[in-house]
């Protein structure tokens, strides 16, 4: 038992190269697969310095069709925009386009909802 308390002592010592190393040899030697056991690993790697997920704060308005209301939603669209009748046309004809572009969640809530009630479809992105 005192051999198998030395060996789990030198395997703690090692580093994560030297793990990798070592599964390796032992799929080589035994014809055994350790992916299980490497995926476990590589987090740990990564360590306390990994970034986290931060919430998404900017967000793309994009009108992906007109729902059968052209009309209603172009209008809506030059309201949103600022944009000519012509422009705001072309626009809405070429969905799915972006309407607008990184505006904070409430914004793009407030412009979806305006281009749903005029009959669009909306993606926030």
Do not use: C, H, Y
């Not at 969905?95 to 926030?124: C, F, H, M, R, S």
């Amino acid at each position: 038992m005192a051999d198998i308390t030395k060996l789990v002592d030198q395997l703690s010592d090692l580093t994560v190269l030297e793990a990798a190393d070592l599964a390796k040899a032992l799929e080589e030697k035994w014809g055994v697969s350790a992916a299980a056991a490497v995926a476990v690993a590589g987090p740990a790697a990564a360590g306390p310095a990994a970034p986290a997920a931060e919430e998404k704060t900017e967000f793309d308005v994009i009108l992906t069709g007109d729902g059968g209301k052209k009309i209603n939603v172009i209008k809506e669209v030059r309201v949103i925009t600022g944009l000519g009748l012509g422009e705001a046309k072309a626009l809405v004809e070429g969905a799915p386009k972006a309407v607008k572009e990184g505006v904070n969640k409430d914004e793009a809530e407030k412009i979806k909802k305006q281009i749903e009630d005029a009959g669009g479809t909306v993606e926030l992105k």
